[in-house]
């Protein structure tokens, strides 16, 4: 399965630096920086064009972004939203990084937010299971969610997640 993974563009909490987990929050109006990116972008998705099925969080954000590259049929898979964060949503994330600094990068597994990390890590391992008959799949998700994936992917568990940066827009290709 080859999964074009796309985080979501950015919204007026990305460039505060404040976390959104599972907060409905829009997407910002779309310079001209990022339509020039969504073009690059496009670009490479052709390389693995065509794809099965196109999918997107249930948060706003995410459908926005794939009506941004075009896409108006996508099936929302709740299996794809960020990770709740509990009380730190709405809150810089350097609070929580200087709160959990080491759990955060090196056994972010045992805590708990708004949800346990070890409930998101299953949470992907089921999306895993649930698209593994499909060949090629893009998929607009979320920072977290894909740098989970990107942990999974390269070590079984989502403990490596935060050491990864994904920016909004990038676009992954994750092979399984």
């Known amino acids: 399965m ?3 993974a796309i985080r979501h563009l950015p919204t007026e909490w990305n460039k505060k630096g404040v976390l959104q987990g599972s ?3 829009p997407i910002s109006p779309i310079t ?3 339509k020039h990116d969504i073009e690059v972008n496009k670009q490479k998705l052709i390389n693995i064009l065509p794809v099965d099925i196109v999918l997107t969080s249930s948060l706003i ?4 972004t794939a009506k941004s590259y075009g ?4 099936q929302v898979e709740p299996l794809l939203d960020e990770l709740n964060f509990g009380d730190y949503e709405g809150v810089p994330k350097s609070r929580l990084i200087n709160d959990y600094s080491d759990v955060w990068m090196n056994s972010p597994r045992e805590l708990t937010l708004g949800e346990s990390l070890l409930d998101f890590e299953k949470r992907i391992l089921s ?6 008959h499909y060949s090629k799949i893009i998929v607009f998700g979320h920072g977290s969610w894909m740098r989970g994936l990107i942990s999974i992917n390269q070590f079984g568990t989502i403990n490596e ?8 827009n990038e676009l992954l290709i ?3």
């Open 23 to 25: 907060r409905n929050i």
């Open 32 to 34: 001209n920086g990022f």
């Open 127 to 132: 999306f895993i299971k649930e698209y593994k």
């Open 71 to 74: 896409y108006e049929s996508f």
């Open 174 to 176: 994750v092979n399984f």
């Open 2 to 4: 080859e999964i074009a």
């Open 61 to 64: 954000r995410t459908q926005q």
């Open 161 to 168: 997640m935060n050491k990864v940066v994904v920016k909004n």
